[in-house]
């Protein structure tokens, strides 16, 4: 199965400022999916990023807020923009080429 | 928007107890997982199944795939304290698009 790297693994951040997650994996792959998971609560899944043109979003999220970025088969960026305390959660990036799903080690985002 | 509906939401038992959590939707999957979270840690996969009526054992846990493919079982026999956790069902939405069901927290007490 493949392979994640994800970072930052956590951070701490200021309302109002905005942060980039990262996710390279080791395999090409055709889609990766942003999931939240807030505290003590499910996965939701953001969006579907497909490599070559925008990204698909879920009923709640929009590209204003978490902009993704899909520059190659390999590798990943979602953005959490203008962060209030209500950002506050884990954000995992997934592949499922198989339909095995593999996760990035998550990022614990605490907005302050 | 299709939705996976687990109940219950949590469940605290003793440990020797059986135990029963249900994963529900209108929608029909492709396939769907079972997986089981500690703190801190990402889900780990127990079970997929994919065809209807499909019944999988994995030593003390049994997986049931509803007939239409709608729906799932986990039943847990004698629980033990190791057992504790979140459970999360996922369905195969479309090309291995996965949804997650909204999550069942059990605490097995020893």
Redesign the interface.
């Known amino acids: 199965s493949a392979v994640i790297s994800q970072k930052p693994s956590r951070d701490i951040c200021q309302r109002g400022t905005s942060l980039t997650i990262q996710c390279q994996v080791d395999s090409q792959v055709?889609?990766m999916?942003w999931?939240r998971q807030q505290p003590?609560?499910?996965?939701?899944?953001i969006a579907?990023a497909n490599q070559g043109s925008e990204a698909t979003y879920?009923?709640g999220f929009v590209i204003d807020k978490f902009p993704i970025s899909r520059p190659n088969l390999t590798f990943s960026t979602l953005t959490v923009s203008n962060m209030s305390p209500e950002d506050s959660s884990i954000y995992?990036c997934?592949v499922?080429?198989s339909?095995?799903?593999t996760?990035g080690?998550?990022t614990r985002l605490t907005v302050v | 928007t299709q939705l996976l509906e687990q109940s219950p939401q949590f469940l605290s038992i003793q440990e020797g107890e059986n135990l029963t959590v249900y994963c529900n939707s209108s929608s029909v999957f492709s396939s769907l997982q079972w997986y089981r979270q500690e703190p801190g840690e990402g889900p780990v996969l127990l079970v997929t199944v994919v065809t209807g009526g499909e019944v999988k054992k994995l030593k003390r846990l049994t997986f049931q795939f509803g007939d239409a493919r709608k729906d799932s079982s986990l039943h847990i026999t004698a629980a033990q304290p190791g057992d504790t956790g979140l459970y999360l069902c996922a369905g195969a939405s479309g090309t291995y698009k996965y949804i997650f069901g909204t999550g069942t927290r059990l605490k097995v007490l020893a």
């Open positions: 055709t889609m999916f999931y003590g609560q499910s996965l939701t899944l579907t879920e009923s995992l997934s499922s080429p339909a095995i799903i996760f080690s998550g």
